[in-house]
């Protein structure tokens, strides 16, 4: 059979594979200064946007990536005060962090304020907490804030990025990481979304020689499943300044009243397991 | 854009989704007495297998599922000696099984012979154990099979089936769990794939019910990634006879020379991690 014009569809082209979503009502179209913005209604997903035909985000799955960037690292730290996201436009990722009752004072920085604008419209319980006071949404480059952060300004960096092709590429290399370094406190961390672990392997090594090159003491992959992503199954990856990544704070999770639908302690600590041959690769990485 | 004809498309009707795999040469089909078969040469998965349509498996990521339905369980027994699998007419599940040197005899009950003709012709890595001596291979029924199995003659019933519609819907239901439980010897372990987590939850809840209503002692549920099924998010679920399940024999895992791909000891602990939704709803289930 062939899918008709009611399917929005993703292909993954170094995939070989594709996925698509049947209802394909467009409810969003916008081409910013730097790429195509669409929000489609799906008969099962709910709103499902693209970003230059790239899937990013659906209103039924987000929840898991959403929770996976942003808990793992805050319960890492010992007291998450200052947080930066680069990218991370849809607001679900500052979502989640604003959940944290240590954190002062959260700083997004997306380039493109039109990725902002359609998740308001379309995804407005992500946008739930954008006027918390210790939120602060600014449209800019990423990398050049992260450049001018006062050294030893931030407890947290959150990379919430597209693709490493089109705006997002310059977010994976060790300039940047090297920025992140510099802006971190002693202790500090550095999350990045690193893709899908069985076909974007090469990435992820990248990633994890990245960080190192950048000085970056551990680095350490957890692993999630993102039914809407090529494959269903992503990676985010972890970089500590100047410690191990052995600070998890279990009892605070037990004690929280932080509501998630993915993420709990038990998830927090099976998230880190390396497939076998996930751990055999990456023997060689460092 | 669309999907021309060199595109393998399943569409899952009760998800609104379709995965699709591009390289669409068409390398075996047969209508069975019980189903269609058919085999496609894929650009980036390998070999692909469709049973009336639905994806079985791919050359590329079965390892995830085969392990994943073979060593916890296995390694959940202090000895299994006898096992039998359901389904499994690809052969994949019996080769991970034979891998345990405590295994006496594996018997495969698959309901049709052309599975397994497929399997070896274009997955014959799958079926490279199949000439082992303690493999018994049967083409039959395996409700009738387990109803007059001997009692208290089995350790590990593995039940690899297609989905519950169609040949195998009645390997979901109370009374064939009966069977098994009955074949069971005490402390023995029934495992039977359970679907996607995120979007059969109803079915996972189904086969807990029906497991404890068959007088399983213990039930729960294993997760991992599965890219070509639907959601590309799997799981599996266990069910104990007399015990419960916390007799892992880790130290063996680490002791043991069996090759896996995506299995270790420390995913193994990890698979059983209850995502919250997942563990707010089976909280009603028992």
Redesign the interface.
């Known amino acids: 059979?062939?899918?008709d014009?009611n399917?929005v569809?993703e292909?993954c082209e170094e995939?070989?594979?594709?996925?698509?979503?049947?209802?394909s009502q467009k409810v969003f179209e916008q081409q910013s200064a730097y790429q195509k913005i669409e929000v489609f209604e799906?008969?099962?997903?709910g709103k499902l946007m693209l970003i230059d035909?790239y899937t990013m985000l659906s209103s039924?799955?987000n929840f898991?990536y959403h929770e996976m960037l942003s808990h793992p690292v805050l319960y890492s730290h010992p007291a998450p005060r200052r947080v930066a996201i680069i990218g991370g436009g849809d607001c679900g990722t500052l979502h989640e962090v604003l959940k944290h009752r240590t954190v002062e004072r959260v700083t997004q920085i997306d380039i493109d304020e039109v990725v902002t604008q359609a998740a308001r419209l379309h995804f407005p319980e992500l946008c739930a907490s954008n006027t918390d006071p210790r939120a602060e949404l600014l449209f800019a480059d990423g990398i050049r804030w992260m450049e001018q952060a006062p050294p030893g300004s931030l407890d947290i960096v959150i990379v919430d990025s597209t693709d490493p092709i089109g705006p997002g590429e310059v977010l994976f290399t060790p300039a940047f990481y090297s920025a992140c370094y510099r802006a971190l406190d002693e202790g500090g961390l550095v999350v990045q979304q690193s893709e899908s672990?069985?076909?974007h392997l090469p990435i992820v090594e990248r990633i994890h020689r990245s960080l190192h090159g950048a000085s970056f003491h551990t680095t350490q992959t957890l692993?999630f499943?993102?039914?809407v992503y090529p494959?269903?199954?992503w990676s985010a990856t972890i970089g500590t300044k100047g410690i191990g990544l052995n600070g998890f704070r279990e009892a605070d999770v037990a004690a929280s009243d932080i509501e998630?639908?993915?993420?709990?302690a038990?998830?927090h600590?099976?998230?880190?397991?390396?497939?076998?041959?996930f751990?055999q690769a990456s023997e060689t990485w460092v």
Chains 1, 2 share one sequence.
């Open positions: 059979m062939n899918l014009e399917w569809i292909v995939g070989g594979s594709a996925f698509a979503l049947r209802g799906t008969d099962t997903y035909g039924r799955d898991i672990p069985l076909i692993f499943p993102q039914p494959t269903g199954w998630t639908r993915y993420y709990n038990e998830v600590r099976a998230a880190f397991a390396q497939p076998e041959f751990r």
